[in-house]
């Protein structure tokens, strides 16, 4: 019993182990491609768009509901210690530096990231990745490095709209619906929040978008390619990086703090 | 007939532009190939047949370099295709174009773009030349006029007939067609036929069609290879193998449902099996 179960934790870790390493080969490879996917940045401006300008409104929107939430949960906690004015920092502070990077990822994650290994994993499933290649054109160089590209990039902006527009939810709860005074919530923003705190922020982000762009591409890329195959892959993506957003968060506020 | 004398009386060694000798594959320990020779013609259409799952696929992908024998040689132009490495794999294949199955078009590209993909990607035309070349290409297929529809809009013969299109754009040597005419209705199928036996003349390519479906291969194969049991069972131009004689040619060369490849996959006695279902 015990040595059966040694046995399958080895046999996870392995599997695990060579996971990474697969990763890790492939994030190599696209690190490689960097220069010449700079050369054709037309390709990545399209990508940006694909991956942010399409993502805009779920962030927005998102940002807006998350923003009210913490004005409200954050005017009934301050309340109770007689610092509702704080309430201004607090939601700035909170969105800035954990629920702006942190929820955009995961919003980024179940929009753009599925949409790209979908989009990957079908075009393997429906040979065109092969056809690019037997017309030796290298698809890592052409379709995957700009979409890579252009999740990593889209990333830190899609935060800092969600962030923008978090602050500016808390503000219409904590303000015009709680009774918040004007100038105590903004002054007490600007008193705050120094660059650190933004800087943190915009790191995670950008961990962030390399980390959910490297996942949507390789399991877009590595799918089998059938239908249930793409499927897989697309779950995949979202699972894989909502764990890896969640722990690389933990990681990077312990290192920050 | 001898495997190998068709071959040898066809396809001399000097004059072939793909050369296989004594290829061995195999795919989790599983033989495709055990020991294939074959030439192809330099300007011939040669037809590879054979039943399904018999390795015609892939014996294309070890043609083109997307895969790697185990053992054995894979000569394309003279050039061992297992010597090269990836540079080198591509610069052969920037001389050959390849039809997939289900045309592999690229679905974010309409029609012209999509010829026009590997010369935007390998040469750097002016736009005004590009056009033209695209647009002749696309003239040789008949579907000029379609250059602005989106993959999504074309039927499966006009698919197929823009990915010859994209296929011959950088005017290679060597054409190959993986299964060509699966799904194609039969006016489809009679355009598609023409174009590959007219543009094998008049661009004086060689071309390798890979299919199963054997009265339209010999109207347009000059030369024609058998492939069953991980090697070649028969070559020589398609009528000889139309009246050959031995049961597992016979058997595919006239769709016969019982022969060498049974009609029942292996499974127990079905009597016994019955039984024991009570």
Same mark, same amino acid.
């Given at each position: 019993?015990?040595?059966?179960?040694?046995?399958?934790?080895?046999?996870?870790?392995?599997?695990?182990?060579?996971?990474?390493?697969?990763?890790?080969?492939?994030?190599?490879?696209?690190?490689?491609?960097?220069?010449?996917?700079?050369?054709?940045?037309?390709?990545?401006?399209?990508?940006?768009?694909?991956?942010?300008?399409?993502?805009?409104?779920?962030?927005?929107?998102?940002?807006?509901?998350?923003?009210?939430?913490?004005?409200?949960?954050?005017?009934?906690?301050?309340?109770?210690?007689?610092?509702?004015?704080?309430?201004?920092?607090?939601?700035?502070?909170?969105?800035?530096?954990?629920?702006?990077?942190?929820?955009?990822?995961?919003?980024?994650?179940?929009?753009?990231?599925?949409?790209?290994?979908?989009?990957?994993?079908?075009?393997?499933?429906?040979?065109?990745?092969?056809?690019?290649?037997?017309?030796?054109?290298?698809?890592?160089?052409?379709?995957?490095?700009?979409?890579?590209?252009?999740?990593?990039?889209?990333?830190?902006?899609?935060?800092?709209?969600?962030?923008?527009?978090?602050?500016?939810?808390?503000?219409?709860?904590?303000?015009?619906?709680?009774?918040?005074?004007?100038?105590?919530?903004?002054?007490?923003?600007?008193?705050?929040?120094?660059?650190?705190?933004?800087?943190?922020?915009?790191?995670?982000?950008?961990?962030?978008?390399?980390?959910?762009?490297?996942?949507?591409?390789?399991?877009?890329?590595?799918?089998?390619?059938?239908?249930?195959?793409?499927?897989?892959?697309?779950?995949?993506?979202?699972?894989?990086?909502?764990?890896?957003?969640?722990?690389?968060?933990?990681?990077?506020?312990?290192?920050?703090? | 007939?001898?495997?190998?004398?068709?071959?040898? *009386?066809?396809?001399? #060694? /000097?004059?072939?532009?793909?050369? @296989?000798?004594?290829?061995?594959?195999? &795919?989790?320990? +599983?033989?495709?190939?055990?020991?294939?020779?074959?030439?192809?013609?330099?300007?011939?259409?040669?037809?590879?047949?054979?039943?399904?799952?018999?390795?015609?696929?892939?014996?294309?992908?070890?043609?083109?370099?997307?895969?790697?024998?185990?053992?054995?040689?894979?000569?394309?132009?003279?050039?061992?295709?297992?010597?090269?490495?990836?540079?080198?794999?591509?610069?052969?294949?920037?001389?050959?174009?390849?039809?997939?199955?289900?045309?592999?078009?690229?679905?974010?590209?309409?029609?012209?773009?999509?010829?026009?993909?590997?010369?935007?990607?390998? *040469?750097?035309?002016? #736009? /005004?030349?590009?056009?033209?070349? @695209?647009?002749?290409?696309?003239?040789? &297929?008949?579907? +000029?006029?379609?250059?602005?529809?989106?993959?999504?809009?074309?039927?499966?013969?006009?698919?197929?007939?823009?990915?010859?299109?994209?296929?011959?754009?950088?005017?290679?040597?060597?054409?190959?067609?993986?299964?060509?005419?699966?799904?194609?209705?039969?006016?489809?199928?009679?355009?598609?036929?023409?174009?590959?036996?007219?543009?094998?003349?008049?661009?004086?390519?060689?071309?390798?069609?890979?299919?199963?479906?054997?009265?339209?291969?010999?109207?347009?194969?000059?030369?024609?290879?058998?492939?069953?049991?991980?090697?070649?069972?028969?070559?020589?131009?398609?009528?000889?193998?139309?009246?050959?004689?031995?049961?597992?040619?016979?058997?595919?060369?006239?769709?016969?449902?019982?022969?060498?490849?049974?009609?029942?996959?292996?499974?127990?006695?079905?009597?016994?099996?019955?039984?024991?279902?009570?």
């Amino acid at each position: 019993m015990l040595a059966s179960l040694t046995r399958e934790l080895l046999q996870s870790l392995r599997i695990a182990l060579q996971a990474i390493g697969a990763y890790t080969l492939f994030f190599v490879r696209l690190l490689k491609e960097v220069p010449r996917a700079l050369l054709r940045f037309g390709l990545v401006v399209e990508q940006v768009h694909n991956a942010g300008a399409l993502s805009l409104v779920i962030i927005m929107l998102s940002g807006l509901f998350v923003g009210m939430v913490l004005g409200l949960q954050g005017f009934d906690l301050l309340e109770r210690f007689g610092s509702e004015e704080s309430l201004g920092s607090a939601a700035a502070l909170g969105l800035l530096k954990e629920l702006g990077p942190v929820v955009t990822a995961l919003l980024f994650a179940g929009r753009a990231g599925t949409a790209l290994a979908s989009e990957l994993g079908l075009m393997r499933a429906t040979d065109q990745l092969a056809a690019m290649e037997m017309m030796a054109v290298d698809p890592i160089r052409r379709v995957v490095m700009p979409r890579f590209l252009g999740g990593v990039l889209s990333m830190p902006l899609l935060a800092a709209i969600f962030s923008m527009i978090g602050i500016f939810g808390a503000q219409l709860v904590g303000v015009q619906l709680m009774g918040v005074d004007t100038g105590q919530f903004w002054s007490q923003m600007r008193s705050a929040v120094e660059f650190g705190d933004v800087m943190e922020g915009v790191v995670k982000s950008c961990v962030f978008g390399v980390a959910c762009s490297l996942i949507a591409v390789y399991e877009g890329y590595h799918s089998v390619p059938t239908a249930e195959g793409v499927g897989r892959a697309t779950t995949r993506t979202v699972v894989i990086s909502s764990v890896v957003v969640l722990l690389l968060d933990y990681m990077l506020t312990a290192v920050m703090l | 007939m001898p495997v190998n004398q068709g071959c040898e *009386a066809s396809a001399s #060694e /000097r004059d072939a532009l793909v050369r @296989v000798r004594g290829l061995h594959y195999s &795919v989790s320990q +599983r033989p495709i190939f055990a020991g294939v020779d074959l030439d192809i013609e330099r300007g011939s259409v040669t037809a590879v047949m054979g039943p399904s799952g018999t390795g015609k696929t892939t014996l294309l992908r070890l043609i083109t370099g997307q895969l790697m024998a185990d053992r054995g040689l894979v000569e394309v132009e003279g050039q061992d295709v297992a010597g090269l490495q990836r540079d080198g794999i591509y610069r052969m294949r920037r001389r050959m174009g390849m039809l997939f199955q289900n045309g592999a078009l690229l679905t974010d590209l309409d029609v012209y773009e999509n010829v026009a993909f590997p010369l935007r990607e390998h *040469a750097r035309l002016p #736009e /005004r030349l590009l056009r033209h070349v @695209v647009l002749a290409k696309l003239q040789a &297929v008949g579907l +000029r006029g379609a250059c602005k529809l989106m993959p999504a809009e074309l039927t499966g013969g006009m698919a197929r007939r823009v990915a010859i299109a994209r296929a011959i754009v950088m005017d290679p040597q060597l054409l190959i067609y993986d299964e060509p005419f699966v799904g194609l209705d039969p006016i489809s199928l009679g355009v598609v036929l023409r174009l590959i036996r007219r543009l094998n003349d008049t661009l004086g390519l060689t071309s390798i069609v890979v299919s199963h479906d054997v009265h339209d291969l010999s109207a347009i194969a000059g030369f024609s290879y058998l492939l069953s049991g991980g090697g070649v069972i028969a070559a020589g131009p398609p009528s000889a193998l139309a009246t050959d004689t031995r049961e597992e040619v016979r058997q595919f060369m006239h769709g016969l449902p019982d022969g060498p490849v049974p009609f029942h996959y292996p499974a127990p006695d079905y009597l016994e099996q019955l039984r024991q279902l009570g």
